[in-house]
């Protein structure tokens, strides 16, 4: 209890003692003059009843008027109990932040953490994740500023109290190989994340983040989709991230129509994702100096874990311009389709996704499909027609099938972009492709890459 409170209540007590023994001093004191208010009792015996009647009702009246001082005190020291339970702690150290912990029953809390730089266009990023966040409690969005570009910082502080702004506080150069000087830009962004991933799970201690960067769109089932995945990956050791992209989801490459459609792959796409707490704790004392989302793909990482993708792109990017200097994005990033209807995944069941049901029916769907060449799947539409196979039997030959179908080429770690167990998935003229290894099929071979 506040000390002024009990302070309070100990003076009613001692007040109202007080005024009980004087009046029973009164009252053995005839003539006596028991309060101001009471009338003077006479030393006539015939008034002294009524005297005597008088004087009880006078001290009812005062005992009434004690109690109802008493209960006043009382109540004003519930209130403010409850005021100082109600006051948030101010902190001049860290951005208001929401709680990481969730009442019982109540959906987690998951921050989306912006990583900015030195583009204005940020406002674009961020105006799509507030559009279709469906709460703010449930979803804080968190932007990391690098580079400390003023009229970046301007756009971010235009949004206030909307999302919380925190800066990267060494903005120094990195001492970089001499081979690397001209990579001093990737060197800077893997300290960011470095940065940036430990306030939001070390300082803040959130227990799962969605990762985007500042030249992101998002779709408008986003949040749902990220929603819906999260119990997947709290729940199966065999994955390790959700991501929102799909590196081969350029239009006329994926099913528009199927937008609910998801998968696993061993590919780590980025790009809009969502990690846990306990794979940073795993990541971080071994975080690279540079080339993080590479260092991510290569097998010491990802230790034949997978993530889960969508079929067509949660994520857009708009950045040509960055340290990568475009690269792939006018041959294949700026055609990327971003979905544009609403899906809702956790009204769905997606427990297809957990792995030994997942390769079940994956595996069975992929190899009980016809083979056939190059020339035949481009010759004729096979929108009304079952799906197919294409077989690749080696590095050369996968490089080649990809390219001549416009899927992206390059491999990581012996890993094709989107695949899983080697096979990638796709649309060519309407009809649903699998472009697979033999199914003999015995591990990524990392001298592919």
């Not at 990391?144 to 060494?170: L, M, N």
């Not at 029916?361 to 027609?385: H, I, M, N, R, T």
Request: aromatic share 12%; charged share 25%.
């Amino acid at each position: 209890m506040p000390k002024k409170t009990t302070l309070a209540l100990g003076g009613a007590a001692l007040f109202l003692a007080w005024n009980f023994l004087l009046l029973l001093f009164l009252w053995s004191r005839p003539g006596a003059s028991p309060a101001p208010r009471s009338p003077r009792i006479s030393a006539d015996p015939r008034q002294l009843p009524a005297q005597l009647l008088q004087l009880a009702r006078d001290a009812e009246a005062e005992l009434r008027l004690q109690r109802q001082l008493l209960l006043q005190i009382q109540q004003l020291g519930r209130l403010q109990r409850q005021k100082a339970a109600k006051t948030p702690q101010k902190t001049t150290e860290t951005p208001q932040i929401a709680s990481t912990a969730p009442a019982e029953g109540e959906l987690p809390v998951i921050p989306v953490l912006v990583l900015a730089c030195d583009r204005s266009s940020v406002r674009r990023c961020l105006d799509k994740i507030l559009r279709y966040r469906p709460s703010a409690r449930r979803f804080p969005v968190i932007v990391s500023q690098d580079c400390g570009h003023a009229e970046t910082a301007r756009v971010i502080a235009s949004y206030g109290a909307a999302v919380a702004h925190i800066r990267q506080p060494d903005l120094s150069d990195v001492a970089v190989p001499p081979e690397h000087r001209k990579f001093q830009g990737y060197y800077k962004i893997s300290r960011h994340y470095r940065w940036a991933l430990g306030q939001v799970f070390r300082t803040f201690r959130y227990r799962a983040a969605i990762v985007v960067e500042d030249d992101l769109e998002v779709a408008p089932d986003f949040f749902e989709y990220f929603q819906a995945v999260l119990p997947l990956l709290k729940g199966d050791p065999s994955l390790w991230c959700a991501s929102a992209w799909n590196d081969n989801g350029k239009e006329g490459l994926v099913d528009a129509g199927r937008a609910e459609l998801l998968y696993r792959t061993d590919f780590f796409p980025g790009l809009g994702w969502l990690l846990l707490a306990e794979l940073w704790e795993e990541l971080e004392p071994k975080w690279p100096p540079a080339f993080w989302d590479d260092w991510m793909r290569q097998p010491e990482q990802r230790r034949g874990r997978s993530c889960v993708r969508p079929e067509v792109s949660r994520t857009m990017t708009f950045g040509r311009k960055g340290v990568s200097h475009g690269q792939f994005f006018d041959q294949y990033l700026k055609f990327i389709k971003l979905n544009d209807r609403f899906v809702p995944f956790t009204q769905m069941d997606l427990s297809y996704l957990k792995k030994d049901e997942y390769e079940r029916f994956f595996l069975q769907q992929v190899y009980s499909a016809p083979e056939v060449k190059l020339d035949e799947l481009q010759k004729d539409s096979g929108k009304d027609l079952g799906p197919v196979r294409l077989q690749y039997r080696g590095r050369d030959s996968f490089k080649a099938l990809a390219k001549a179908l416009g899927l992206m080429d390059d491999l990581k770690s012996g890993v094709p972009r989107a695949g899983y167990r080697g096979v990638v998935s796709f649309v060519c003229r309407g009809r649903r492709v699998f472009l697979a290894p033999p199914s003999d099929w015995t591990g990524y071979d990392p001298s592919w890459s």
